[in-house]
């Protein structure tokens, strides 16, 4: 089965600094790895995702990942956060399953606390 | 447009009652999951709809839980017999396919608080 670990339950940061919040993977034939956000009272939303090609992928609100195969690594960066990128962030792993369904494992989660 | 929406927000019942949790997919998503998200951890997948077919059903706990979709839109999780260990939040998301690529889209959340 497959896992995905996140290092950090909570990250707090300075405004306008850099951050890198991790993830790690269980080891698959098939690797399909997902960033969520999940602001307070809202549902997740994706921020970006890795399929198959470059392994540096660009998201939304200016974070990007690189996915790492050899150290099973999927970290999140960001080189200039702001107050409202304060949220709760989760890594995920999809695995194709028999029958053509793709079923995610998530992380616990990243709390990323951004003060001013 | 309209997102996903999720009712009711807030669920309290007692130890052994029975509780339904809807959910209203985006307009024309064939494909919706729920999951369980309880407090400290990541959402778990429960089961997964194409159209009115559950697809995968792998992820449900045990034989208290049950869900449908009757036309192939809106879906309702059921829980029987409801204990302790079943509070959490519960997310319902729905996308266009059930490809990996097939960007999912994440109601509110119900959450379901079992006394």
């Known amino acids: 089965a497959q896992s995905v670990t996140q290092l950090d339950s909570q990250v707090p940061v300075f405004e306008e600094a850099p951050v890198e919040l991790r993830c790690n993977y269980s080891s698959s034939v098939s690797v399909y790895l997902f960033w969520y956000v999940q602001y307070p009272n809202q549902g997740l939303q994706l921020l970006l995702k890795y399929l198959s090609g470059s392994t540096l992928v660009k998201g939304i609100n200016g974070f990007e990942a690189e996915f790492n195969k050899s150290q099973t690594s999927f970290h999140l960066r960001k080189p200039s956060v702001h107050i409202s990128d304060t949220a709760e962030y989760f890594c995920a792993s999809y695995e194709g399953k028999t029958g053509g369904s793709y079923i995610p494992t998530f992380g616990r989660g990243t709390s990323l606390i951004v003060h001013p | 447009g309209a997102g996903v929406s999720q009712t009711p927000s807030n669920k309290v019942t007692e130890k052994g009652k029975y509780v339904e949790l809807r959910c209203d997919p985006i307009?024309?998503?064939?494909?919706l999951y729920w999951y369980r998200q309880s407090l400290g951890q990541g959402p778990e997948f429960l089961i997964y709809f194409q159209g009115t077919g559950a697809a995968d059903d792998s992820g449900l706990p045990n034989d208290r839980f049950f869900a449908v979709r009757p036309e192939g839109s809106v879906s309702t999780l059921k829980i029987q017999r409801t204990e302790r260990g079943d509070s959490a939040v519960y997310l319902c998301?729905?996308?266009?396919?059930?490809?990996?690529?097939?960007?999912?889209?994440f109601g509110p959340g119900t959450r379901l608080t079992v006394l």
């Open positions: 307009s024309g998503h064939t494909a």
């Open positions: 998301a729905s996308s266009l396919g059930a490809g990996v690529g097939d960007t999912q889209y």
